[in-house]
């Protein structure tokens, strides 16, 4: 079972940055990290789980939501197992509990659905506030 740890999360001001990592581990057998795709989600309290961006570990391939588009950048580093998000210019509307997922992938159009994600981490807090 793949376990995923999130880290980065905190209180930042608007405008400033953050950078997010999601480090995976316990792939499934014969799989490696190339195997997957990675995405990050946030939910903010009253509201539903929502896409933010997602990348395929094997050709870099990524996704994002339009609300993230030019400020957000997703990565990843397959050496170290870990996709990372790093965000810019960021807005109270960003504040939410962030949270990484993967799930097995060979190709074609990434999955930006939670439903269609098998393994979660337990989350980060990201808060933007003055």
């Known amino acids: 079972q793949v376990q995923l740890v999130e880290s980065g999360g905190g209180l930042v001001q608007p405008g400033g940055s953050l950078r997010l990592s999601c480090a995976a581990s316990?792939?499934?057998?014969?799989?490696?990290?190339?195997?997957?795709?990675v995405a990050w989600f946030r939910q903010a309290p009253g509201k539903e789980r929502e896409g933010v961006s997602c990348?395929?570990?094997?050709?870099?391939?990524?996704y994002y939501t339009d609300s993230v588009k030019g400020r957000f950048t997703i990565s990843r580093d397959n050496a170290k197992n870990t996709v990372y998000l790093q965000m810019n210019s960021l807005k109270p509307d960003d504040t939410a509990v962030y949270y990484c997922?993967?799930?097995?992938?060979?190709?074609?159009?990434?999955?930006?659905?939670?439903?269609?994600?098998?393994?979660w981490g337990q989350g980060t807090q990201v808060t933007v506030s003055s």
């Open positions: 990348i395929s570990m094997s050709d870099g391939g990524t």
């Open positions: 316990r792939f499934a057998s014969r799989l490696t990290v190339e195997h997957y795709a």
């Open positions: 997922a993967a799930v097995s992938f060979v190709g074609g159009m990434l999955p930006t659905a939670p439903n269609r994600y098998s393994y």
